[in-house]
């Protein structure tokens, strides 16, 4: 089978390897959509700087915004049958051990496509991934669509861990699929205003039509002076920043409300300085990271037509050209949400 292969930081290629053959309880499928994430970027680029122990493993076989067909089942595996479409967790798990069991996380777990020694990503004709770990994409879902499901994930998920619902205003700052993708779901479940701020008026558009109530441009008004002006001089019950950029962490605490909460997702990469965190104690805002499992809720939505990531998907590159298409991540800045890569 066909591989994109990162052999080291800036070398990449497709390469043939072996198709591998599901064990006890795993189960194969054909790749048929995969996403590039800003972290494939990273991982390629050889940029990436999570903290040690987290580096990359080269050669890496990146790739984790995925969707598939099931072809082939192993002994034991019995919840999917042969020709369904899914997704998965990004990540391996064993399921026995003593953090699988308390739900403290897996001792043995391993990212998927991403760092670490990771388990083999999803830039490939073939993906082997634990039956257990993957999810049924339900017949009226779009099977590149569910290749969002991801990146979306990361952002309502992130949502999940605040008090995010009716009467609640939101927050949204960023313009990417993690953001786009968490504004459409909290939207889906009957969150209060939704406000979105980026930089990018084609963007911001694209957030429009999945459920943002107001649009701020910052590069055409203050972001304080209009969340003032559209919470009443309050601050948001929840903001959602997924950006990463340290010069607007402490723009997104202020514009938390007291008692609040302040969901970060996305990746800094460096050690933060000059972080007010007075501001957060004295406020009592709650600072949320990490995620909550929430693919299935997600594909609830998506089934029963709440919600739909179609108009994040702004450029599509056939896995011959996934160089062109990891290229384009950098040119279309100014417009690409997401760049798919079909197989």
Known sequence: MKVFLVKEPGKAEIVEMERPVPGPGFMLAKVLHCGICGTDVSILNGTLSLGKGNEPVY???????????????????????????????????????????????????????TIGNCWPGAFAEYI??????????????????????????????????????????????????????????????????????????????????????????MEKEDLRKAVMRETGGRGAHVVLDTTGAVELLNLSVALTRSGGHLAIPGFYEQVVNNFAIDNIIVRGITLTGGSSPVIHRILDLLARG????????????????????????KEKNDTRVKIIVDF
């Open 128 to 217: 082997l991934m634990p039956e257990r770990l993957t999810y049924r994409i339900p017949d009226t879902v779009p099977t590149d669509t569910a290749a969002l499901i991801e990146p979306a994930s990361i952002g309502f998920g992130n949502l999940c861990r605040t008090p995010i619902g009716p009467g609640k205003i939101l927050l949204v700052v960023g313009t990417g699929p993690i953001s786009l993708g968490g504004l459409a779901c909290a939207k889906g479940i009957g969150s209060g205003k939704i406000l979105l701020a980026g930089r990018k008026d084609s963007k911001l558009a694209i957030g429009k039509k999945l459920g943002a109530d107001v649009l701020i441009n």
């Open 59 to 113: 050669p890496v076989r990146i790739g984790h915004e995925w969707s598939g067909e099931v072809v082939e089942l192993g002994p034991g595996a019995k919840r999917l049958n042969i020709g369904d479409r899914v997704v998965s967790e990004t990540g391996y798990s064993c399921g026995v051990c003593e953090g699988c069991i308390t739900g403290e996380g897996c001792l043995e777990g391993r990212a998927l496509g």
């Open 306 to 329: 709440i919600i739909d990531f179609k108009p994040m998907i702004t450029d599509r590159y056939p896995f011959a050209k996934i160089k062109e298409a990891f290229a384009a991540v």
